[in-house]
């Protein structure tokens, strides 16, 4: 009810129903033993699982594991609900957070976004995903760029969320392989999808333009092989030669 009475004021006012959204996935602190486990009375605070690329919430600072307490002065309960105190905030204000991660309080400064609709949402959690054992088709020869053409890797920037995904650490620097193809030098010294390439020729490669440019100039040079160095989950890295076509 006393969610529903505002937006039906707004409805009689013929005003258009705008809910706030910070971007964020959380649980609320319900259970007594996770309450306990992390030093916060239960049904106190929302625990923040993930956090969505590019949102307010990620602009913030905010981090997959704080528990926020509270946003414009509203503490989060389970009764004062996280998304009910977003959705109170006019799109664009910035208000006051208080979290606590790793048992340190902090307070920051976040400005919560206009809520997208439920496709957008789910196109966008889609494209996020990234699950390095499910098989990704080459591009077509007609649609190939560079490194697909002369390595037999298609890459993909390395983002936050599929950083997590492939459980690399959040300083990590690097493109992830999407696809290999099979007759590829690369895909014979055993690079696969999911690997994340953390630099070509010692040159760090923070994007796909960048390992272009090296593989660029070792072609213009007449070099026949360029030296990768590799991040597979769960090992060390490791350098890969692999010849260029």
Not at 51 to 73: F, M, N, R, Y
Not at 75 to 84: A, H
Not at 104 to 125: A, F, G, K, Y
Not at 208 to 224: F, H, N, P, Y
């Amino acid at each position: 009810a006393e969610i529903a009475a505002p937006i039906v004021e707004q409805l009689k006012a013929g005003q258009e129903i705008q809910r706030s959204f910070i971007g964020i996935e959380f649980e609320p602190i319900d259970d007594a033993d996770e309450a306990e486990a992390l030093g916060v009375p239960k049904n106190t605070g929302a625990l923040v699982e993930n956090v969505l690329d590019g949102g307010a919430a990620e602009k913030a600072g905010i981090q997959p594991g704080d528990i926020i307490t509270s946003i414009g002065g509203e503490q989060i309960t389970t009764r004062n609900s996280l998304p009910f105190v977003v959705s109170q905030i006019p799109p664009g204000d910035t208000v006051q957070a208080e979290l606590l991660r790793q048992g340190e309080r902090r307070t920051i400064s976040i400005t919560p976004v206009q809520r997208p609709s439920n496709e957008e949402l789910i196109e966008e959690q889609q494209q996020g995903q990234f699950d390095p054992d499910v098989e990704s088709e080459m591009p077509d020869a007609n649609e190939a760029g560079l490194i697909e053409e002369s390595i037999g890797l298609q890459v993909i920037e390395l983002t936050p969320r599929i950083g997590r995904q492939l459980g690399a650490e959040p300083t990590t620097v690097g493109v992830v392989v999407a696809a290999v193809d099979r007759n590829s030098d690369a895909a014979r010294k055993g690079i696969r999808r999911g690997d994340i390439i953390l630099s070509a020729q010692y040159q760090e490669t923070g994007s796909i333009e960048s390992l272009t440019a090296v593989i660029a100039d070792r072609k213009q040079a007449g070099e026949q092989v360029v030296l990768l160095r590799v991040l597979r989950r769960n090992q060390q890295p490791q350098f890969v030669a692999v010849r260029i076509n």
